[in-house]
């Protein structure tokens, strides 16, 4: 560790690069400060900057509460507090400012910082801790929405790399975390959450979320939930905040799995992709997932060096299950991709995405659901049971596209191993739930879906070679 001394020995003012980290501090009137960067230079520029006022300010005698993200001294005749904003910057504010009153003792002084730190300060957004700061001890000082921030952003991934992994879906748990629970406790101190006081904490978020409905299901409110969980889970190991994970076995809602879902037939299918009023990527991207068993974020990330069009071949070293996949692609698909990548693809780098158009059109993941349904609308398909929202079923969606990928195939005398290989579902469970929907669709004599290049006309009309 390289320390360097500034000023006169009576000023107690040191500065030093801490660790692996290599990020500069300072102590300050005895209490250590971080610099917030690893360039010796501008170290040495915050430090003049923090200490530039330090002379004329002497530090309040008030007995210490505890570590602090703030302050207090006495100026000349009145009181300031010193803090950190959100980007590491030290800074001052006088308590007569905007009082109204007098602050005459410190006693007043303290008691004003503390409110005008937690109103104006904490309510805008935490005062960033630094990832390497995350260890046993800091629970006191860490508040819950600081460390859920380390979650979603990636940091406890990058510092505990063995333990934690990188959130594909972080932007919605962070999307919840903010909405729901941040406003509720986002303010307490990991401390607060040991044993049945987390539990009372957790509930008051339960009690707060909306009721279930059209907008926010039962299932929303276990993500929530599941979010929070996880987030106790981490700050016991690998952050050593808390000594155990304070919610109970069975605390999490109960998920509703009991509403009817539906799949696309395979004549709804052959209509859909022959309506040429649809922008060719989407077809292309329904077709893909109807006849592969995608799921929806593995076939949008899909590049052309995932596939082997040579051999009919797909690889999926990256998705949900974070188990690599191959498998042989359908003759069709094959013949498909090879047709849209020589006339219609946006471009033909192995690096590049596959659904992209000439023009920049793709598939927008959040909308896929509301576009899958107004397509199927506007091909003919009416069939009211892909639209029902009620109590008992939710409409289709493009996930469900998947579902008429396993029933079809089910129903077409395919195996259990033939499908998962393809999914990535990992359990006999998860393909038990189509049986009885793959029975049905024997009795009917629904079919199977028409070969891909064949299904969609503009496909159809040229050729690969």
Not at 136 to 159: K, V, Y
Request: charged share 30%.
């Amino acid at each position: 560790m390289g320390t360097k001394r500034e000023g006169s020995p009576g000023e107690s003012r040191l500065l030093r690069q801490r660790g692996r980290s290599k990020v500069w501090t300072a102590v300050v009137n005895n209490e250590e400060v971080p610099l917030g960067t690893t360039d010796e230079v501008e170290a040495r520029r915050r430090l003049r900057e923090i200490t530039s006022t330090a002379p004329a300010a002497t530090p309040s005698t008030q007995p210490s509460r505890g570590r602090r993200p703030w302050r207090v001294y006495r100026e000349g005749e009145r009181f300031v507090v010193k803090y950190y904003d959100a980007e590491g910057k030290r800074r001052t504010h006088r308590l007569d400012e905007e009082a109204g009153v007098l602050v005459t003792t410190e006693a007043e002084a303290e008691k004003y910082a503390e409110v005008w730190f937690r109103e104006n300060i904490e309510r805008s957004g935490p005062v960033p801790v630094s990832v390497t700061r995350v260890v046993s001890g800091d629970a006191e000082r860490i508040t819950f929405e600081q460390f859920g921030r380390l979650w979603t952003s990636g940091e406890l991934a990058n510092r505990y790399p063995d333990h934690v992994k990188l959130k594909r879906t972080a932007n919605a748990d962070e999307g919840r975390l903010r909405m729901y629970v941040y406003p509720i406790i986002g303010n307490h101190p990991m401390s607060d959450f040991e044993g049945p006081a987390g539990v009372a904490l957790a509930e008051k978020v339960l009690e707060a979320l909306p009721s279930v409905g059209p907008t926010f299901s039962k299932a929303s409110r276990r993500q929530v939930m599941q979010a929070v969980n996880r987030l106790f889970v981490l700050a016991v190991y690998p952050a050593k905040l808390l000594s155990a994970n304070p919610l109970p076995k069975g605390f999490l809602p109960k998920s509703d799995t009991t509403k009817a879902k539906s799949y696309v037939y395979p004549d709804e299918d052959a209509t859909l992709l022959a309506c040429r009023t649809i922008p060719l990527v989407k077809r292309l991207f329904y077709g893909l997932l109807a006849r592969e068993g995608f799921r929806v974020s593995e076939l949008l990330s899909l590049e052309w060096s995932d596939l082997d069009l040579e051999r009919g071949a797909v690889h999926l070293d990256q998705n949900k299950t974070d188990e690599p996949r191959t498998w042989a692609l359908d003759p069709g698909d094959v013949e498909a991709l090879r047709r849209w990548k020589k006339h219609f693809a946006g471009s033909r780098s192995p690096s590049k995405p596959v659904l992209v158009d000439r023009s920049g059109g793709t598939v927008n993941r959040f909308g896929a659901a509301e576009d899958l349904r107004a397509y199927l609308k506007e091909a003919g398909v009416h069939r009211p049971q892909l639209f029902e929202a009620s109590g008992t079923r939710i409409p289709l969606r493009a996930h469900d596209l998947r579902a008429t990928f396993v029933t079809v195939n089910l129903a077409a005398g395919k195996t259990e191993a033939w499908i998962t290989d393809r999914t990535g579902h990992k359990s006999s469970q998860m393909i038990y739930r189509y049986k009885r929907q793959a029975r049905t669709h024997a009795e009917l004599n629904l079919g199977t879906l028409k070969p891909l290049h064949e299904a969609i006309p503009e496909l159809a009309e040229v050729t690969s070679t």
